[in-house]
Nanobody, 126 residues
Framework: QVQLVESGGGLVQAGGSLRLSCAAS????????MAWFRQAAGKEREFVAGMIWSGGRINYADSVKGRFIIFRDNTKNTVYLQMNSLKPEDTAVYYC???????????????????WGQGTQVTVSS
């Protein structure tokens, strides 16, 4: 079983930055592909960024390319999402997700991921 705990959310002004962290309680964290999703009020959950186990392949949603960076530290069992140049439309609950590595590229649909954190709220004011 994999337990994921997100942290780092909060309220920030447009143009600001936040770094989200997701700590995983699991053996062999380095064998898991990791991703961040988000869900705004009244909307479907959407893919934000994903990274395979080694960090060698990364995907970003078009809406965050050039602004967000996903990275991981396998020695700390943690994946991060650095969010820069935040916009009000980035406001959402952000979720960390994990799946045992089975694809050469990060998958981008929520049903592909087996384990989820509880979410952390990010609010960007204009």
């Amino acid at each position: 079983q994999v337990q994921l705990v997100e942290s780092g959310g909060g309220l920030v002004q447009a143009g600001g930055s936040l770094r989200l962290s997701c700590a995983a309680s699991v053996r062999a964290f380095s064998t898991y592909d990791m991703a961040w999703f988000r869900q705004a009020a009244g909307k479907e959950r959407e893919f934000v960024a994903g990274m395979i186990w080694s960090g060698g392949r990364i995907n970003y949603a078009d809406s965050v390319k050039g602004r967000f960076i996903i990275f991981r530290d396998n020695t700390k069992n943690t994946v991060y999402l650095q969010m820069n140049s935040l916009k009000p439309e980035d406001t959402a609950v952000y979720y960390c997700a994990a799946e045992l590595h089975r694809s050469p590229v990060p998958r981008t649909t929520s049903h592909d991921y087996d384990f989820w954190g509880q979410g952390t709220q990010v609010t960007v004011s204009s």
